[in-house]
């Protein structure tokens, strides 16, 4: 591509088309650029491609339905933060694609199956560090029991 060309347009002088889930990711690296919560509005300012404030806003509430970022309203408008770092929102993406599979043993034994040794390894290590599945983590509170008073960071109301 010759210097001062558009990255958004193909080499036919058509805009390009993005490939599945770009677009989401390159909101979501916006979102974590701003080191805390930013507007869709900042969001779109970050993006190339003009693309509409109502498209910026659409992908964020697609985002906020996955859990990959978290809202909280500013007067008429919300504010958007990262939900979870990198790691995190892989993790996310695995389990969704875990749970859309009819049969999760043959996937998980097929996945296994294709670690490379050092890989396999640190799972094997991971999985021998939580325990037996579905026993609680030792260090994890439980979510279903309320946090004490007197517990640090409880404050009257906060639940």
Same mark, same amino acid.
């Given at each position: 591509? @010759? ?11 058509? /805009?390009? &088309?993005?490939?599945?889930?770009? *677009? ?20 779109? %300012?970050? !993006? ?11 992908? +964020?509430?697609?985002?906020?339905? &996955? ?9 008429? @408008?919300?504010?958007?933060? =990262? ?5 995190? !929102?892989?993790? +996310? ?12 043993? #043959?996937? !998980?034994?097929?996945?296994?199956? #294709? !670690? @490379? /040794? ?7 290590? *991971? +999985? ?14 439980? /979510? #279903? %029991? ?11 109301? =906060?639940?």
């Amino acid at each position: 591509m @010759s210097p001062g060309a558009d990255a958004s347009l193909g080499a036919d002088g058509r /805009p390009r &088309k993005r490939g599945q889930g770009e *677009l989401e990711a390159q909101v979501l690296a916006a979102v974590r650029a701003g080191g805390g919560p930013v507007t869709a509005g900042w969001v779109r %300012e970050r !993006l190339d491609g003009g693309l509409a404030l109502t498209t910026v806003i659409t992908v +964020l509430s697609r985002l906020h339905a &996955k859990n990959a970022v978290t809202r909280t309203r500013a007067g008429r @408008s919300y504010t958007w933060t =990262n939900a979870s770092d990198e790691a995190g !929102l892989a993790a +996310l993406r695995m389990r969704r694609v875990l749970d859309g599979e009819r049969d999760r043993e #043959a996937v !998980l034994a097929r996945f296994v199956s #294709a !670690l @490379s /040794p050092g890989d396999e390894e640190r799972l094997r290590a *991971l +999985l021998s560090r939580t325990g037996p599945v579905g026993s609680p983590d030792p260090d994890a509170s439980d /979510p #279903a %029991e309320p946090p004490r008073p007197d517990a640090p960071g409880h404050a009257p109301g =906060n639940r």
